[in-house]
């Protein structure tokens, strides 16, 4: 019955209140117990009588008579007594009740000044010093406070009505908090039942700010699982569209030498070379999908140890010397802020500024500059590889670094081997450039070039020092 979130807060909220109620009417029902109203009026009277008697003493400077004590004491329904110095009782209104002893002056200074008879019974009294050095106390039994018809006929009855009222209001906000906090909470459930269906819509923010941030959360979380849902839609679409040629290729032209179509020396050799070329390209995305499978697990083996970053752009410069005469462009290489030696996997650099370098050659016009620019700066080694090409559109900026993103027909990622690749590129540098750490991004112009800047720290998360 009481499973759900909602009730048992409900729950736990009622029992707060029936707790607060009791409490507080344990406490009133103390207070009346203790009735200071009876103890003010016990006090009046005993005032009231000592100001009679010592009135009187003051007046004939002598006590008054053993009848005046008596008749005092009866009008005011007290115990008059006189205490000599040492203590003994000279004077007793009521002897026959068990004794009183002369209380202590501490005793007399607290505020409800109380003694005990020889029985064990409480008074309460007043004590002042006479004249003659004798001492005059007025008494009077502590008042009882008559428990049951208080409960009965003074306090029972409120009680119950202001508890019921306040229970039943209580009740009330208990149930609408409940729901405060547990409805977002059951939105949630709800909105998780529909995953992974795209949908399934964000949650809206209400409740407390806890609820809230568990709301935002949720919800970044949704747009992770449909942006991963569609990514993977795509991925299996984009291989299914990259393998559709050259399967194509390699099936037609199989054909073709199983049917003697191609039945010439030359023609069965154009058919074994577009046959090993096409079987080559799928090779070649097949391990770029396992290579950035890895970096995105975490698990690919970079091997670590200390880079000239100097020295591997040089080496990468001078692999595409042929390339860039080729085609007319200009290779640059700016190295500056000193040597630029850091903690890294050479090889897989390597790869990296290959790619950047192969990529800004190929969309660069002949007469063009490609610079690679190396220096470091705030505990990083940034590294630019700059291009006076076409440029990338603007709307494909934010999907660059994207599997199987081709922004265009003139600036594609490609493979290499002057052959359009399919995509993987820049996905596969971004993904190694975060494996040491780094970041990646990306400038450019249309009809003014690009230039990609990878950001490599010093100091790795792991705390390694790369310096």
Do not use: C
């Not at 040597?339 to 660069?364: E, H, I, S, W, Y």
């Not at 922004?407 to 190694?432: F, T, W």
């Amino acid at each position: 019955m009481f499973s759900s979130l909602r009730s048992r807060l409900w729950l736990s909220y009622t029992f707060l209140v029936v707790t607060a109620l009791a409490v507080v009417a344990f406490v009133l029902i103390l207070f009346l117990i203790r009735n200071p109203l009876l103890y003010r009026q016990t006090f009046d009277r005993i005032k009231a009588a000592e100001n009679v008697l010592v009135a009187q003493e003051n007046q004939s400077l002598r006590l008054p008579s053993a009848d005046k004590f008596v008749s005092v004491a009866q009008a005011f329904d007290v115990r008059v007594l006189v205490f000599a110095g040492n203590g003994s009782v000279l004077r007793d209104t009521d002897a026959a009740s068990p004794a009183i002893a002369l209380p202590n002056k501490l005793a007399a200074m607290r505020g409800v000044p109380s003694e005990r008879d020889a029985n064990g019974r409480i008074w309460l009294y007043s004590l002042r010093p006479l004249q003659d050095g004798t001492w005059l106390m007025i008494a009077a039994p502590r008042p009882k406070a008559p428990v049951l018809s208080i409960l009965t006929d003074e306090f029972l009855p409120p009680l119950i009505e202001g508890g019921v009222i306040a229970l039943l209001f209580s009740l009330i906000l208990a149930f609408v908090i409940s729901r405060w906090v547990a409805d977002p909470l059951q939105n949630v459930i709800a909105a998780a039942r529909t995953i992974p269906a795209d949908a399934a819509r964000p949650v809206e923010l209400n409740g407390p700010q806890e609820v809230q941030e568990l709301t935002r959360a949720f919800n970044a979380m949704l747009r992770r699982v449909q942006s991963s849902q569609r990514s993977q839609r795509d991925f299996v679409a984009n291989v299914s569209h990259e393998l559709k040629t050259p399967l194509t290729s390699i099936q037609g032209f199989a054909q073709a030498i199983l049917d003697g179509t191609a039945n010439t020396p030359e023609t069965r050799r154009q058919a074994a070379e577009v046959i090993y070329a096409e079987s080559g390209r799928m090779h070649r995305m097949a391990l770029d999908l396992l290579d950035l499978a890895r970096l995105e697990a975490g698990i690919a083996d970079l091997k670590m140890s200390p880079v000239d970053m100097g020295a591997l752009l040089n080496r990468v410069i001078e692999k595409f010397v042929p390339m860039a005469s080729s085609a007319g462009v200009k290779l640059k290489l700016d190295l500056s802020g000193g040597p630029l030696t850091f903690m890294g996997d050479g090889d897989r650099l390597a790869q990296v500024f290959t790619n950047l370098v192969d990529n800004a050659l190929k969309f660069t016009l002949p007469g063009g500059l490609v610079t690679l620019r190396a220096a470091q700066d705030k505990g990083e080694i940034m590294v630019s590889v700059s291009d006076t090409g076409k440029g990338i559109p603007t709307d494909a900026l934010p999907h660059i670094f994207d599997r199987f993103y081709q922004a265009d027909s003139s600036r594609a990622s490609r493979a290499g081997g002057g052959k359009p690749g399919a995509g993987l590129g820049l996905a596969i540098v971004q993904e190694l450039v975060n494996a040491h750490g780094g970041r990646i991004s990306v400038r450019s112009t249309e009809g003014r070039g690009a230039a990609f800047i990878v950001h490599l720290p010093l100091s790795r998360p792991d705390g390694h020092s790369q310096a």
